[in-house]
């Protein structure tokens, strides 16, 4: 087993040994648990996490496949949940902290035991929804983003070769594909990762709001507004009339975030580098990566897996 098995509780040990298992993009292994793949400290934690987590009504967590917005969606959550607190200016927190650093990842802070931060509270995820524990149950707010699966893994491509230790061989573009094309990845099979989400949001529009990363990237204010309304945080006439839409959106684009000193130095997420969650932003940037058959491969399973549900890309 890896260095990073060792650590683990004993009974999480014991429960790995049972698991189906996958070569890792960044531990040298990945694990199938509750139907999806993880590393595995990532699944000790979601067993604490299902065991103790107590979810709140005024909760509102931001889900996602990793590489899809998640950082993106974060900055502009905070900066609509709070901006009474913060106003939209050269004092603003995200100018000075790492969204990560503000809107915290569930699993980390029930790793760390951390003091949740005061109510209501903002999280984040990429678990699935069927493992959400006491979240499903619970009358929170989910927004839920997602990104055209051919752009995700070029981002999760070049990300996770970034993060990986140097004690791993490299994972060379087309064993990632094969593996990403059989849904293992982190917190894949990524197509059911949507499904579940996706389902929900139609059972429970008011519980789980969709959005995607293309059409945030092509209408911001419109997206904006529609996520504002359903955090409960809608923008007053007033607040329309006078920019703030346009303001949250400058200070949380890609051009702010990734110029900023706080983002181009320092880690996250343990090892990851900041620097790393700022790459390109491009939609359509896989035509740069795959070739024709990768690209029939990929549609069939995207057509297969999500034919007929509803959610196209
Ligand atoms: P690329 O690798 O295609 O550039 P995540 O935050 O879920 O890890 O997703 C990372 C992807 O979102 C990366 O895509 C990254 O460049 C892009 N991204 C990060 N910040 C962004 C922002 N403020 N606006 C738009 N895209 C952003």
């Not at 070029?154 to 593996?179: C, H, I, Q, T, Y």
């Given at each position: 087993?890896?260095?990073?098995?060792?650590?683990?509780?004993?009974?999480?040990?014991?429960?790995?040994?049972?698991?189906?298992?996958?070569?890792?993009?960044?531990?040298?292994?990945?694990?199938?648990?509750?139907?999806?793949?993880?590393?595995?400290?990532?699944?000790?934690?979601?067993?604490?996490?299902?065991k103790h987590f107590q979810a709140?009504?005024?909760?509102?967590?931001?889900?996602?496949?990793?590489?899809?917005?998640?950082?993106?969606?974060?900055?502009?959550?905070?900066?609509?949940?709070?901006?009474?607190?913060?106003?939209?200016?050269?004092?603003?927190?995200?100018?000075?902290?790492?969204?990560?650093?503000?809107?915290?990842?569930?699993?980390?802070?029930?790793?760390?035991?951390?003091?949740?931060?005061?109510?209501?509270?903002?999280?984040?995820?990429?678990?699935?929804?069927?493992?959400?524990?006491?979240?499903?149950?619970?009358?929170?707010?989910?927004?839920?983003?997602?990104?055209?699966?051919?752009?995700?893994?070029?981002?999760?491509?070049?990300?996770?070769?970034?993060?990986?230790?140097?004690?791993?061989p490299p994972l060379s573009l087309?064993?990632?594909?094969?593996?990403?094309?059989?849904?293992?990845?982190?917190?894949?099979?990524?197509?059911?990762?949507?499904?579940?989400?996706?389902?929900?949001?139609?059972?429970?529009?008011?519980?789980?709001?969709?959005?995607?990363?293309?059409?945030?990237?092509?209408?911001?204010?419109?997206?904006?507004?529609?996520?504002?309304?359903?955090?409960?945080?809608?923008?007053?006439?007033?607040?329309?009339?006078?920019?703030?839409?346009?303001?949250?959106?400058?200070?949380?684009?890609?051009?702010?975030?990734?110029?900023?000193?706080?983002?181009?130095?320092?880690?996250?997420?343990?090892?990851?580098?900041?620097?790393?969650?700022?790459?390109?932003?491009?939609?359509?940037?896989?035509?740069?990566?795959?070739?024709?058959?990768?690209?029939?491969?990929?549609?069939?399973?995207?057509?297969?897996?999500?034919?007929?549900?509803?959610?196209?890309?």
């Amino acid at each position: 087993p890896g260095d990073e098995e060792e650590k683990l509780s004993d009974e999480c040990k014991e429960l790995l040994l049972t698991l189906p298992k996958e070569r890792g993009w960044v531990t040298l292994h990945l694990y199938q648990f509750q139907g999806f793949w993880y590393q595995p400290a990532e699944i000790q934690s979601i067993m604490a996490f299902q065991k103790h987590f107590q979810a709140s009504d005024s909760d509102t967590v931001l889900a996602s496949v990793p590489k899809t917005g998640t950082t993106w969606l974060k900055a502009l959550t905070f900066a609509i949940v709070n901006r009474h607190r913060f106003p939209i200016n050269k004092n603003h927190p995200l100018l000075t902290s790492n969204p990560h650093d503000l809107v915290p990842f569930l699993l980390e802070l029930t790793n760390l035991s951390c003091k949740f931060p005061d109510e209501p509270r903002l999280f984040s995820t990429h678990i699935p929804f069927p493992s959400l524990g006491t979240i499903k149950e619970s009358n929170c707010k989910i927004v839920y983003i997602c990104r055209n699966p051919f752009d995700t893994f070029v981002s999760a491509w070049n990300f996770f070769n970034r993060g990986r230790p140097k004690s791993l061989p490299p994972l060379s573009l087309d064993e990632a594909f094969d593996m990403y094309c059989k849904g293992i990845i982190l917190s894949g099979p990524f197509w059911d990762h949507m499904l579940g989400y996706w389902k929900e949001s139609l059972k429970k529009p008011h519980n789980v709001f969709f959005l995607k990363y293309e059409d945030l990237k092509e209408d911001g204010a419109f997206h904006l507004k529609r996520l504002a309304k359903f955090v409960e945080y809608p923008f007053t006439m007033e607040e329309e009339r006078n920019g703030v839409i346009e303001g949250i959106a400058k200070l949380c684009s890609f051009e702010t975030l990734k110029n900023l000193e706080v983002n181009k130095t320092g880690t996250f997420c343990q090892h990851f580098e900041r620097a790393s969650l700022f790459r390109k932003a491009e939609v359509g940037d896989w035509v740069n990566y795959l070739n024709p058959e990768m690209v029939e491969r990929l549609s069939k399973v995207i057509e297969e897996r999500l034919g007929g549900s509803g959610l196209s890309f």
